[in-house]
T-cell receptor, first 114, second 114 residues
Framework: GAGVSQSPSNKVTEKGKDVELRCDPI?????LYWYRQSLGQGLEFLIYFQGNSAPDKSGLPSDRFSAERTGGSVSTLTIQRTQQEDSAVYLC????????????FGPGTRLTVT | AQSVTQPDIHITVSEGASLELRCNYS??????LFWYVQSPGQGLQLLLKYFSGDTLVQGIKGFEAEFKRSQSSFNLRKPSVHWSDAAEYFC????????????FGTGTRLKVLA
C-alpha cells in the first residue's frame, strides 16, 4: 500500500518568508511525528500528534514553528519568518497507534533558506 | 537527560566482512531501543527493535543487535556485509519517560568496498 508521503520534496525560500510542509501519513495511522534532520546531526524530534491533538510539542525549537493535523490524517508543519538555521530535511513519520510502535518515515522535505 | 551516542561517524568495511555499529544510550529505565537504516534517497526503515526479553534481537536484512544493560549498549551486527548495505544507520531510544519523544543518535555512515 501507499507509504508516508511528503510535499514538496524540495523547497528553497528566502529568509523571512513563511513555508508550509505537508505530510500524508499511512491511512489508518493515528500517530504522526515530525522530525528535523540537519547536516551531520541525528533526527531531532519536533512534535507528536495522536489523532488531531498534539500531546507533545516539546521539540518545536521556537514559536515560529507550528503544526496542525486535520481529520486525523494530513499534517502541515509551518515555519514563519524562516531563518538560515532552519535549513534542514524535515521528516514525517506515522505509526499505527503511537507509543513504542514502529514508525514509518516519509522521504522528507529538504528546506533551504537563502 | 536521555541521550543516544553513536561514536563512529563513518565506517568502511569490505564486502563479505563482518560489521558492528556501536550505540550507547543514557536512560533511567529499561529503554525501548531501535535501529533504523537510511539509504540514499530513501526514507528511514526500521531494522529491528528491543523492548524486553531476549537481549539478542534479529531484524531484517540479516542484521541483529544485542542489548547489554551493564554497558548501556545496543550494538548492531551483521556477519557478512553486502554492497547494498551501504547507508546511514541510526540508533534510537523512545518514547522517553513521560513524553512521546524519540531520541536518535547522530548516525553512522557505512561504506562498503567491493
Amino acid at each position: 500500500g501507499a507509504g508516508v508521503s511528503q510535499s514538496p520534496s524540495n523547497k528553497v525560500t528566502e529568509k523571512g518568508k513563511d513555508v508550509e510542509l505537508r505530510c500524508d501519513p499511512i491511512s489508518g495511522h493515528t500517530a504522526l511525528y515530525w522530525y528535523r534532520q540537519s547536516l551531520g546531526q541525528g533526527l531531532e524530534f519536533l512534535i507528536y500528534f495522536q489523532g488531531n491533538s498534539a500531546p507533545d510539542k516539546s521539540g518545536l525549537p521556537s514559536d515560529r514553528f507550528s503544526a496542525e493535523r486535520t481529520g486525523g490524517s494530513v499534517s502541515t508543519l509551518t515555519i514563519q519568518r524562516t531563518q538560515q538555521e532552519d535549513s534542514a530535511v524535515y521528516l514525517c513519520a506515522s505509526s499505527l497507534s503511537g507509543g513504542s510502535g514502529e514508525q514509518y518515515f516519509g522521504p522528507g522535505t529538504r528546506l533551504t533558506v537563502t | 537527560a536521555q541521550s543516544v551516542t553513536q561514536p563512529d561517524i563513518h565506517i568502511t568495511v569490505s564486502e563479505g566482512a563482518s560489521l558492528e555499529l556501536r550505540c550507547n544510550y543514557s536512560y533511567g529505565a529499561t529503554p525501548y531501543l531501535f535501529w533504523y537504516v537510511q539509504s540514499p534517497g530513501q526514507g528511514l526503515q526500521l531494522l529491528l527493535k528491543y523492548f524486553s526479553g531476549d537481549t539478542l534481537v534479529q531484524g531484517i536484512k540479516g542484521f541483529e543487535a544485542e542489548f547489554k544493560r551493564s554497558q548501556s549498549s545496543f550494538n548492531l551486527r551483521k556477519p557478512s556485509v553486502h554492497w547494498s548495505d551501504a547507508a546511514e544507520y541510526f540508533c534510537a531510544v523512545g518514547p522517553t519517560s513521560g513524553t512521546y519523544k524519540y531520541i536518535f543518535g547522530t548516525g553512522t555512515r557505512l561504506k562498503v568496498l567491493a
